[in-house]
């Protein structure tokens, strides 16, 4: 069995590196092909160098030898529209490899029309993942005008009606688009997020009285009001990650000379021996889909404290965290101060609770199981 991937729009294999993102994305793939499930995989990018790239990988075996890349044609790149041309052209450029394909699978809104149009011309299954549900979001931050959001509706839309199956990562998301696009549930499954339990795991070690939050440097993300909310309860905090409020938040942290290291972004290989030297893990976004980091952390033996909202409130459950009672700098406050006084029993108590969830309901065994699941029933049908 072939499974074709295509990465979202403007997305290369060099970024996935670059971000640190690689080692974490590649493992599903890499499962299957282990297993057996899978005998050949696709990885459709948007860089115009990711062959070679591959190829490198693959001699230092940090890939799979039957993970194969497909890169963007050097005429694609042109600023801004290259991506968007190259999303249309791709079903026709490498149709010799979609014919091949038995699956075709998309993990995000973005470019998403891409892995539609293929199955239209090829006859092919399609699987329609998303991490997080991008209108939702969006209509939740209004970054963008309502022009744009109605766009990206249209093309969540256009999706979700022509997937054969789509997989979010949690209820929330089901929630929201049953009442928005009228799907039915039955076309929708819900797999959490997955890490390696062979990596993110409690090292025993001795741990800093400080606080890591790993993470894009969004709006959706809080990290002004977790800045001031930790500075006033004086627990150091490092910040790992990238995005457009870098240069605000260096500003913010320089201007009122707060305890806050901004420390770019870290390879997902070496994220557990970071975790791992903080007793804190926080997450106080306004948003989240199924936040992968705040599992990280917490598989990772931190005290994490995230905030009453939608996809953290599905991870912090049941005593295996704190929740803030809202997004405000105040509450967020509070959190942490009861955080700092649970008694060392209590604490040992919050790490258990939080390691029987992470196995019970985030394991790569679990994932690429149902994902297997899945991929017989579409051949099948």
């Known amino acids: 069995m072939t499974l074709s991937l295509f990465f979202t729009r403007g997305v290369s294999l060099e970024q996935w590196l670059k971000q640190g993102l690689f080692e974490r994305e590649k493992l599903i793939y890499e499962e299957h092909l282990k ?8 990885w459709f ?7 070679k790239l591959a190829n490198r990988l693959k001699s230092e075996n940090r890939l799979h030898k039957n993970i194969e890349v497909f890169e963007m044609p050097k005429v694609f790149n042109i600023t801004k529209i290259g991506s968007y041309l190259y999303s249309f052209f791709l079903p026709f450029i490498y149709r010799k490899e979609l014919q091949k394909s038995n699956i075709l699978k998309t993990n995000q809104t973005d470019g998403s029309w891409t892995a539609v149009i293929s199955k239209k011309i090829y006859g092919k299954k399609l699987l329609y993942r ?9 209509n939740n931050l209004k970054r963008f005008n309502i022009i744009i959001r109605k766009c990206i509706e249209l093309v969540e839309k256009f999706a979700y009606n022509n997937c054969d199956k789509a997989i979010v990562s949690s209820n929330h998301n089901v929630r929201y688009l049953v009442n928005k696009y009228s799907i039915d549930t039955k076309k929708i499954e819900v797999i959490y997020n997955f890490i390696d339990r062979n990596r993110f795991y409690d090292f025993n070690k001795q741990r800093e009285k400080k606080v890591v939050f790993v993470g894009r440097l969004s709006e959706e993300k809080n990290i002004f009001n977790l800045i001031e909310a930790i500075h006033s309860v004086d627990l150091p905090l490092d910040i790992y990650g990238s995005g457009p409020l870098k240069n605000k938040l260096e500003s913010f942290i320089k201007e009122n000379n707060y305890n806050v290291r901004l420390l770019g972004n870290i390879s997902n290989s070496l994220l557990p021996e970071i975790l791992n030297k903080a007793k804190y893990f926080a997450l106080v976004s306004i948003h989240e889909g199924m936040p992968k980091s705040l599992i990280e952390g917490m598989a990772c033996g ?5 905030t009453n909202v939608s996809g953290i409130n599905e991870v912090i459950t049941e005593g295996n965290g704190i929740l803030a009672l809202s997004t405000s700098s105040n509450d967020i406050r509070e959190a942490f101060i009861k955080a700092l006084s649970l008694t060392p029993d209590e604490e040992v108590k919050m790490r258990l609770l939080a390691k029987e969830f992470i196995d019970k309901n985030f394991t790569l065994h679990n994932v690429v199981a149902k994902e297997q699941d899945i991929f017989k029933k579409l051949c099948n049908e």
């Not at 948007?46 to 062959?51: K, L």
């Not at 931190?302 to 995230?306: D, L, T």
């Open 130 to 138: 998303t991490g997080y549900t991008m209108s939702q979001l969006e």
């Open 45 to 51: 990018t948007y860089g115009s160098e990711d062959r």
């Open 35 to 42: 297993q057996g499930n899978l005998d050949k995989v696709y």
């Open 302 to 306: 931190c005290i994490c404290i995230g």
